[in-house]
Every structure is written in structure tokens, then in C-alpha cells.
């Protein structure tokens, strides 16, 4: 148990790039390093993490967790995840609160997301060599892939991708700060509980909620505060800390953190349940096969649009291959490679 939390709380403060990175992350140190898992036991709970609703690679952890420690690892590793960055984000906040703007690291952030997409590339060549067997395997990736790529919606991908495997397996054989803070943590509350996909996708959430709906929030303030959320460690949804502390304080920012991500453990615990039990079914084992592939399908696809926003010169492609070399030949902690590379975009 030490030594789960012990890892949570550092993919907390060090799991930089969103969520396709936090789960690179723990795969290298859950079933590389650590050997807590097998890599087809990583796809199954990759693929009921992208089918219920929630942030992704937090409850990617927390089934992890259950995984080890069953109920208690769930919970205690979601919740050491989850503090030291909403802990960062109040921090980020309180700067942004005083001084009206956030600091600018875009060379820092540069240099970091160069790192990540090298330490994704490599997650999706090791996953991708155990759950892409065969033709189908491959076919559903591919699609998934590019479905994804398109704009589908990740649950959408994934259960049609799992049906399609069945089916080839089958034949093989919106400022106002008096108002009441319950009013923000209900629409939190709300939006953890329907919020499917990647993390990104809160933004379009919380704009309709907070800003269109209620009037908390100026389209800028909420750009500003999305900002916070993606300049500190850990799950995306601590912009929800972010909007908290801003709006409310300390209290704000800690209910608001506890309303967005409570949804999630209920979720994970009953997933992760009804896994265990289905685990054994033919069918339900052939359709996580082809959810498995999809998930990989959908890894390949955040490469590919990273790379397409962050990659424009030689000397980033340049940073891209010696991030894959490193992570792949040397045994240098992910945290101080990624800002090794952070430094290095700042100065550059």
C-alpha cells in the first residue's frame, strides 16, 4: 500500500501532458518497472476507463489500485493522484488571482510535450505489440485510429470497435462570487458524472455550464484558468480547483475538486467489479480484446495530433527521437527527463 501511494502522489506531481501521457506513465512504472500487472490486464482496465464516464487516467489509477488493494487501493490512490495537483493548481491560481495573468512558460510547456509524445510513442509500440495479434486486431485499431482522429467521441469508438472484434472473432470461430458555492459544485458534480473521453473535452463542458448558463466565468477567465489546469501535473480536471479557489477561496477550491472527481470512484469501483466477474466469459474476453486494440487505436491518434500542433522544426523532431531514445535505452526517472526537456525549450 506505501508503495502505491507512494507512486500516486508522484504521477500527482510529475504526470505532466494530459491523459494519454499520464497513462504512458503508468504503464512504465506499473507493468514495466514494477511488474504489478500483466499488459493484458493494463488494456482491460485502459478500455472500462475509456468507456465510463469520468477523467480518464485518474481512474486508469484508481483501477490500478483496486487492482493491488482492492477498495482501499482504489480510493487512497485516486485521492493521492489527485492532491498534490489540485494542491499545485490552488498555488498556480492564487498567482493568477494576484496578479491578473499566468506566467508564461510557453518553452517550458514546448519542451515537456515534445518529452511526452517520445514517452506515449513508446507506450503505444509496447501495448501495441500485445493487444494487436492479428488482422482483426489490427483493422480495429486502424479504425479506431482514425475514427478518433475525426472527432468520434472515445466510448463511441470503443464499444462499436469491441463489437466490430466480437463479430470478426465470432466468424473466425459561465463571475459572481455571492453566489452560493453548492450552486458550482452541483454543475462540478454534474459534469463528472456525464464528462466521457478525454479531459479535453471539459472545456467545452465547463464553457457551457459556468459561463453560457450560470455567469460565473468570462470566456477569458475560463481560458485562463484552463491554463492553470494544463500547466500543473496530474488529471486535467483540476481546472475544476482552479475555477474553486478563484471563485471561492480555499473552500471553493477543495469543494470543487471533491465534486468533480467523486463521480469517478463510484464509477471505477463498479467497474472494476463487474471486470472481475465477467473476466472469464468468452465472449466478454473476445469483445475486451477488440476494445484493447481500440484503446491502442486511440493512443496512436493523440501521437499523431500532438505532433501536429507541437512538432514544426527540425530541432523539435530532433527532441522527439532522443525522448524515445531515452526513455527506451536509459533508466533516468520520467519526471526528470520531462524537465530536463521543459528547461531546454525554456532556454531554447
Partial sequence: MIDLLKLSFYLGLAAFGGPAAHIAMMHKECVEKRNWLSDDDFLNYLSLSQ???????????????????????LVLSGLAFIIPAAALTI????????????????????????????????????????AVVNVGHFVVTIVAGLLTIVGVPAPI????????????????????????????????????????????VLISYLDHELVSNLKLLTHSELLDLVAIGQLTPGPILTTATAIGYYL???????????????????????????????????????????????????MVATVFNITQSTLGTPIQMFGLVLSI????????????????????GLLL
Fill in 157 to 200: 469508438v470503443i464499444i462499436n470497435m469491441g463489437v466490430l472484434y466480437l463479430i470478426f472473432d465470432g466468424l473466425r470461430g459561465r463571475k459572481i462570487k455571492s453566489d452560493p458555492l453548492w450552486l458550482l459544485c452541483g454543475s462540478l458534480l454534474k459534469i463528472g458524472s456525464i464528462l466521457v473521453g478525454s479531459g479535453y
Fill in 325 to 344: 531514445a531515452i526513455f527506451n535505452y536509459t533508466k533516468i526517472p520520467t519526471m526528470l527527463v520531462l524537465i530536463g526537456f521543459g528547461v531546454a
Fill in 248 to 298: 471561492h477561496g480555499l473552500p471553493g477550491g477543495i469543494l470543487a475538486t471533491v465534486s468533480i472527481f467523486l463521480p469517478s470512484f463510484f464509477f471505477v469501483l463498479s467497474a472494476f467489479k463487474a471486470g472481475e466477474k465477467l473476466k472469464g466469459n468468452k465472449k466478454v474476453t473476445a469483445f475486451m480484446s477488440g476494445t484493447g486494440a481500440a484503446a491502442v487505436g486511440l
Fill in 51 to 73: 468507456l465510463i464516464p469520468g477523467p480518464n487516467s485518474t481512474e486508469m489509477l484508481m483501477h490500478i489500485g483496486a487492482h493491488k488493494k482492492r477498495w482501499t487501493g
Fill in 91 to 130: 498555488a498556480l491560481t492564487a498567482v493568477y488571482k494576484t496578479y491578473g495573468h499566468v506566467p508564461q512558460w510557453a518553452g517550458f510547456k514546448t519542451g515537456i510535450q515534445i518529452g511526452v509524445v517520445g514517452l506515449i510513442a513508446l507506450a503505444v509500440h509496447k501495448l501495441g505489440k500485445k
